[in-house]
C-alpha cells in the first residue's frame, strides 16, 4: 500500500520507516540481504537451486555466497557508505531457517556492530515453529514466510518433497506437514507480536483461484501484510515449471488477483522480489560496489 492504509497505528509505526512495507520509506531508507544461508530443506517446483530462492529474491541471480562474519563486515562498509540503511535481511540463497546456525550467528554479529539496525528474515516456514524462540532473543522485527496454498492437494503441484524431522516426504503428506507447520509458525509470530508477511508465488492453473483463500487463512492468523508476486517463468531464470511449459501470469491477472484479496487486508505492490544480496534503496541494486574484495580494499 501506498500508506498506513488499513494497518493499526501500533504496527504502522514499525513498519512505517522500513524501506519493503511502506512505499513512502522506500525513497528514504536504504535495505541490505546477505546471502548467507545456500541449504533448503523443500523443493519448489518453480526453483531448480542454483539460483537465489524465488520465495524472496529474484530467481536466475547468484549472490555471492558470505560466512556470517563477512556478511557482518559487509554490513558495516556498507552502512558506512549508505547512511540510510536501516534494515538488514536474510532471504537465501536457500531457506535461512535451513541453516539455522549460519543465520543466527550473522544476526549475533551485526547486533554486536550494528545494534541499530533492524533485522529480517524469510523462510519456507517449515523449519519455523523450532526457532521462532530464537528469532525472539535475536529481536527480529519481520518475518516473511512464502505461502503457497493452504490445501495439500494443491502444494502437492508446487512441492515434489519437503525434508523433515531426518527424512524425505513427498506428495500429499510432504505438502500437508509444510503446511501445518507454515500456519503453526504464524500463529506463534503473531501471539509474540513479531511481525508477518506472507509472500505468495501466483502460478497460474496451479493456485492463482486458490491465493484468495490462503489471504484468508493467513489474515485470520494475524498476517499484517500479503504480497502477491508473479511466478517468474523464463527458462533462464531456471523454473523447473518454466520448462515445463508453465507461465507467469500477465500484469493484469497479478492485478486482478491482488485487487480481489484488497478488501480482506493490505496487500503489498511494490516489492521487488531483490537479489539475495541486494544493497540499497528499493529499484536500485548496489551490489556489485560491495563484493568481498572491494570491501577488503576498503577497510
Ligand atoms: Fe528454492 Fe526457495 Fe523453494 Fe528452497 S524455498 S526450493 S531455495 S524457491
Ligand atoms: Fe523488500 Fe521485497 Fe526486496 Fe525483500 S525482496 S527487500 S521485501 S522489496
Redesign the pocket.
Known sequence: GAGQGDLPTEIWEKVKNH???SEEA?HHYA?M?VAVAPACNIQCNYCNRKYDCAN??RPGVVSEKLTPEAASRKVLAVASTIPQMT?L?I?GPGDPLANPAKTFKTFELISEVAPDIKLCL?TNGLALPDHVDTIEKFKVDHV?ITINMVDPEIGAQIYPWIFWNHRRYTGVEASQILHERQMLGLEMLTERGILA?INSVMIPGVNDQHLVEVNKAVKSRGAFLH?IMPLISAPEHGTVFGLNGQRGPSAQELKALQDSCEGEMNM?R?????RAD?VGL?GEDRSAEFTTEKIMDME
Open positions: 524501506p519493503c512495507y522506500h535495505r540481504h524472496e529474491s534494515v535481511g532471504a524469510s516473511t508477511k504480497n503489498m511494490h516489492c521487488r522480489q531483490c541486494a528499493l
